[in-house]
């Protein structure tokens, strides 16, 4: 089944402790990308990748970083979460950029990973 | 900068009513506009996409309908029904932005279909 795996589903953890959430497709697809949904805000983009080893920041990209060292992976690390990170987090995959302007090829979410830092 | 917003941000209804859902968006230099459906532990399912050429788009019990000059969508849900119940999102990939930035999101209308 083609699918965006992300884990973990649920996440508490404390201010400072180093997480990273993994984020995985089976589609061979070249983009990926991590949002944040918060309430009254919709989902706000964090990073991308176009494709391996390339990544660039989204909008919301500040206490974040990602890597991007095979095509299916796209892990988001927080290397200090803080309580203002406490969000729910969603990663998804689409094929290359001159498909998408088109239109004729959509985003695929994962499930989303909600985090609570304390 | 393009904003999207979504009014309302709640509606409840009895299941058999037809609804209507809104879209108004700031930046009419667009290439598409989304809706999608969230429900709850789960992503983002992607329902209608209309390019910024055409009129509107139907799925079934959904039609939507985009008018770019005034920065505005509507989602149409005739006969509505409980399993109708979930978020829905609007998102417009803008000119400006690249393709590389995707999608701008609306907060979304979360919808409840009483039985």
């Given amino acids: 089944e083609a699918q965006v795996t992300q884990n973990p589903r649920y996440l508490i953890t404390v201010t400072g402790k180093k997480l990273t959430v993994t984020c995985s497709q089976n589609m061979n697809h070249e983009y990926m990308s991590w949002y944040r949904q918060d309430p009254g805000l919709g989902l706000r983009q964090i990073y991308y990748s176009m494709n391996v080893e390339v990544t660039d920041k989204g909008d919301v990209p500040e206490g974040y970083k990602v890597s991007r060292k095979e095509k299916r992976n796209f892990p988001l690390i927080l290397e200090s979460p803080s309580p203002n990170q406490t969000s729910l987090y969603f990663c998804a995959s689409s094929p290359p950029g001159r498909a998408q302007r088109s239109g004729a090829n959509v985003l695929t979410f994962g499930a989303g990973s909600r985090l609570t830092v304390l | ?115």
């Avoid at chain 2, 700031?26 to 506009?33: E, K, V």
């Avoid at chain 2, 109708?84 to 979304?108: E, I, N, P």
Wanted: charged fraction near 15%; hydrophobic fraction near 35%.
């Fill in chain 2, 1 to 115: 900068k393009q904003e999207v917003t979504q009014i309302p941000a709640a509606l409840s209804v009895p299941e058999g009513e037809n609804l209507v859902l809104n879209c108004s968006f700031t930046d009419s230099a667009i290439y598409n506009l989304q809706w999608f459906r969230q429900d709850p532990g789960k992503g983002l399912t992607s329902l209608l996409l209309i390019q910024s050429s055409q009129r509107e788009q139907t799925s079934g019990r959904l039609n939507a309908s985009l008018d770019k000059s005034s920065g505005r969508s509507t989602l149409y849900i005739a006969a509505s029904q409980p399993g109708d119940s979930a978020t829905y999102l609007c998102a417009v990939k803008t000119v400006s932005s690249g393709s590389a930035r995707q999608l701008t999101f609306g907060s979304g209308t979360q919808l409840t279909v009483l039985p």
